[in-house]
């Protein structure tokens, strides 16, 4: 997308730049060893000068087809590097049409997406390019409006991290991904500045920075990703690509990412204050800011450290080495600069990827509604079509303008070059931009993330297949038009319709009337009408989806090259469809939240509509099988009986983060059975309500799975939760924290899910903690509830304390329990307590925290303390002495979920 604004801006002259041939090194790191990458990076490093290290740190104009290419350092056999877009694949010739991000997120497959890295991978490197730009996960998707939102892995932080992880872990088998776009890229709207009018700023505070958008980056970053790139938008007032707080604090500091930061294409605003505030390569050039020895000088007079300059260096190299292979084309050598022209063709498909290039196809397709069974399709006699995204557009030719539509995925696109334009530069315009694509099918949609394909099988093209080997007639209406006559004795009528994006340019609307209209047209005198609908992002159906004669539904996304083939083998039930909907579909357009300044803070999509009793028309996480699934048995369990509430052993740090945020803290485990008449895959989803959220309807995934289960069959699915994903970002300690009380787990089907399991997960909870009041034995008196522990404190003054099991047993829980100041518990006769725990201090209750343990009569009571507990009843006849004792009662049951009760005593 950049090629068309940089050409425009006349670039500087080159110094020496990628395209050079890989020199041989040492052989290639292994992915998980950034420490020897970064050795050999700081080693040379050492021997450049600081001229050598700033040559490195931007790009050149270079004729080739890599998006940018960044400066050599030769004398010491580094060769620069190719960067090219896109995250569907790379844009060349010979290549694979992948599935579009928003596929991969209806898919909740990581299986799928690693292998969909790990081929595209592959074929970036068979074209030279050592960078690939991408995957995308920020735009996330906080507006249903967003241009860019269908690039990523759907609107929800967890499921975008999950399979930005795996998509990197694939792909850097073979190259560097570059992450897209730090940070808070939201909006297309003015990303760039407009005339004298600086970009737009996305003012995000801190939990939802944490909690939201920097989630998926966090992910990708453990996954090793070796570059991240900026994006154009400012941050709380400073362009991204300069923030001090964003890059340095966040992503270098807080996260440990080794790598390199590199700015979006011409996303560069600052010279020196860039290179302060984090950026290490501006692309696709730096005139002015950096180029020509700008930060060599910069060094020499004092303005910038010599040290900040070597570790840009040592950034990219570390990258370099932990990534590229010595077999590694010569940067950019399959990548031509201009596709129409004579060149050497390299072919960087790869036989073994079809496969799972099509299923990736098949999964990112969703069915949300089919009434009795109209689909799967049984050898029809009669099948009638429509619509205008059925075929492939009349043209499909690279050209070598800079306006080239098929550079950009616009082939389907009813634009003209003139309407286009300031579409393309962000420039003020009046003109709305189309919200359908009307010329023809979409596989892809628009800007750096067009997907390029050598092969286009359209939908038109695969049933027609299919009706060859079935018998079957078909009748076409493919004008766009509502057709005046149909078929009356169709089986069915299959209607295709799509909803465009692009980069630069926010949607005009979430449906349109044109395709509405067929829709509604062909639905009137077709009482099977199944409408396929190929979209970029969210698109509304409200118009006619409670229509008794509108049968099915499917939202199709965008498949790549495989569209027609994915999608005959869900109309034909070959396979049953298992995509799920990575974002929520409104009833109506003002259901989306309207914000412009991120006041909603985590609340986006279903959390919004959560939060504000909004129903929406299909849930996130939504989706239809051909088969039916029953759920049972859900299992909830911490790892430890008492895990600390901040993450233990702070200092070992990994790229991401405290390593022990990601190590398990709880396992949640569910039955799921296929109860109906065919093998399919389920998509059971674990949403999590945090403990200080009891009251509100806000829910967070934190798992999703995908069997493939026979009729008749069921699986297990085991959720592991970590550290992270139970706990909040405490603003005030700045760190994450798990939260005291109860955890409430739901696994379903998806995040409206009124039928879901529900379990717990508890933390001991200082919030109810009270006084204790008369009577309260008598409140405590829990049927089929048992007592865990009891422990009286004092001020240093450990007293004995006395738990009372009123119908089964009593028990003593002899020599007290000490509780030291330092808020940590410490048990004080582990012969009576065995097991400790403390949590905190209670204000006036000897500074201390309150015990949870086992007595040792009380494990004798139970013998089966690690499977559960025996149910029981129990009450807490206590007797106060001193001047406070706190009181921890722990009751648990096998057959209800963990839940306490605490008090404390005055
Ligand atoms: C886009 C990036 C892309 C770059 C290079 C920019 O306009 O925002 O996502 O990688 O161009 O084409």
């Not at 030279?128 to 759907?154: T, Y």
């Not at 995000?204 to 958008?213: A, N």
């Not at 007293?799 to 030291?820: I, K, L, N, S, Y």
Request: charge should be neutral; hydrophobic fraction near 40%.
């Amino acid at each position: 997308m950049y090629q068309l604004v940089s050409v425009l801006l006349a670039l500087s002259a080159t110094q020496h730049v990628a395209g050079a041939a890989t020199p041989g090194r040492g052989s290639r790191a292994n992915p998980a060893d950034w420490p020897a990458a970064i050795a050999k990076a700081q080693s040379l490093v050492d021997q450049m000068s600081a001229e050598e290290q700033n040559n490195i740190t931007y790009g050149f104009t270079v004729k080739n087809g890599c998006s940018g290419n960044s400066g050599s350092a030769l004398r010491h056999q580094f060769p620069g590097l190719c960067l090219t877009d896109g995250p569907a694949g790379i844009k060349s010739d010979l290549v694979t049409g992948f599935a579009g991000g928003v596929s991969v997120a209806a898919s909740f497959n990581e299986d799928l997406a690693y292998e969909r890295g790990l081929y595209m991978g592959m074929e970036f490197k068979a074209k030279g390019s050592h960078v690939a730009n991408g995957p995308v996960v920020g735009p996330l998707g906080r507006l249903a409006l967003d241009g860019r939102a269908w690039e990523g892995f759907g609107s929800d932080p967890y499921l975008a991290g999950r399979l930005a992880a795996s998509n990197i872990q694939g792909m850097q088998q073979s190259v560097i991904t570059a992450v897209k776009h730090f940070i808070g890229n939201e909006q297309e709207t003015q990303r760039n500045p407009v005339g004298f009018t600086a970009a737009t700023s996305a003012n995000i505070d801190d939990v939802t920075m944490h909690e939201l958008y920097l989630w998926p980056f966090q992910d990708a970053v453990h996954a090793g990703t070796g570059a991240v790139m900026s994006s154009y938008n400012r941050l709380n007032g400073t362009y991204a690509s300069a923030n001090d707080k964003a890059q340095n604090k966040l992503l270098k500091g807080e996260l440990a990412f080794p790598g390199f930061i590199v700015s979006d294409w011409g996303g560069q605003h600052a010279g020196v204050e860039s290179a302060t505030g984090g950026l290490d390569m501006a692309m696709p050039d730096s005139t002015g800011k950096w180029a020509n020895n700008i930060l060599a000088d910069a060094v020499k007079s004092g303005e910038l450290a010599k040290e900040r300059l070597a570790d840009m260096a040592k950034r990219i190299l570390s990258a370099w080495y932990h990534i590229i292979s010595d077999d590694f084309p010569s940067g950019g050598s399959g990548l031509p600069s201009d596709l129409t022209a004579k060149h050497t063709l390299v072919n960087a498909r790869n036989q073994s990827s079809k496969p799972s290039t099509r299923q990736s196809a098949l999964e990112g397709h969703v069915l949300v509604k089919n009434t009795n069974n109209a689909l799967p399709l049984a050898q029809p006699k009669i099948l009638s079509l429509f619509g205008y995204d059925a075929t492939v557009p009349k043209v499909d030719y690279p050209s070598n303008s800079i306006l080239s539509f098929y550079g950009y995925g616009l082939q389907s696109y009813d634009v003209t070059v003139a309407q286009v334009i300031p579409f393309l530069l962000g420039l003020p315009t009046n003109q709305t931009p189309p919200q359908i694509a009307s010329l023809g099918n979409l596989i892809g949609a628009g800007g750096s993330g067009a997907t390029f394909s050598s092969i286009w099988i359209d939908p038109w093209t695969a049933i027609q297949r299919q009706a060859e080997e079935d018998d079957t007639a078909l009748y076409w209406d493919f004008s766009g038009n509502s057709p005046a006559s149909i078929a009356q004795n169709s089986d069915a009528c299959l209607v295709f319709i799509n909803a465009f994006a692009t980069e630069t340019v926010d949607r005009a609307g979430l449906y349109d009337k044109k395709s509405d209209d067929l829709v509604q047209g062909v639905a009137k005198r077709c009482p099977n009408t199944i409408v396929v609908m190929h979209n970029a992002w969210i698109r509304l159906v409200d118009v006619w989806i409670a229509n008794p004669n509108v049968t099915a539904v499917i939202y199709a996304h965008l498949p790549g090259q495989y569209s027609g083939l994915a999608l005959t083998d869900i109309l034909y039930g070959r396979v049953s469809p298992s995509g799920r909907l990575p974002y929520t579909v409104a009833k109506k357009s003002t259901d989306y939240d309207p914000q412009t300044t991120f006041a909603e803070g985590t609340n986006i999509d279903y959390r919004w509509f959560q939060h504000n009793g909004l129903t929406p028309r299909y849930a996130f996480g939504y989706g239809l099988t051909y088969s039916t699934f029953a759920y049972s048995g859900l299992k909830t369990q911490w790892a430890q009986a008492s895990p600390a509430l901040t993450p233990p052993n702070p200092q070992t740090v990994i790229p991401g983060g405290i390593a022990s945020l990601f190590a398990e803290v709880a396992r949640v485990t569910a039955t799921v059975a296929n109860t109906g008449h065919v093998e399919a895959a389920e998509v059971p989803q674990l949403y999590v309500r945090f403990p200080d959220e009891a009251g509100s309807a806000v829910t967070h995934l934190r798992g999703f799975k995908k069997p493939v289960i026979k009729p008749g069959g069921s699986a297990q699915v085991e959720f592991s939760l970590t550290r992270r994903d139970l706990s909040r970002w405490n603003v005030a300690t700045q760190r994450w924290e798990l939260k005291k009380g109860t955890y409430e787990i739901f696994v379903g089907k998806d995040s409206f899910d009124k039928g879901a399991l529900k379990g717990t997960l508890t933390l001991h909870n200082k919030t109810t903690f009270r006084l204790c009041r008369p009577g309260d034995e008598a409140a405590l008196r829990v049927p089929h509830l048992a007592v865990v522990a009891l422990g009286r404190l004092g001020k240093g003054a450990p007293e004995a304390g006395r738990v009372g099991g009123e119908v089964e047993q009593v028990v003593d829980v002899g020599g007290g329990a000490q509780v030291g100041g330092d808020g940590r518990g410490q048990v004080g006769d582990v012969g009576s307590v065995g097991g400790a725990g403390g949590h905190g201090g209670e204000p006036g209750c000897g500074g201390g925290g309150d015990v949870l343990g086992f007595g040792t009569e009380l494990l004798r009571w139970w013998p089966v303390v690690s499977t559960g507990y025996r149910a029981g009843k129990a009450a807490l006849p206590l007797t106060t002495s001193g001047t406070r004792i706190c009181a921890a009662a722990t009751l648990r049951s096998v057959a209800a979920p963990a839940r306490e009760w605490k008090c404390m005593f005055a």
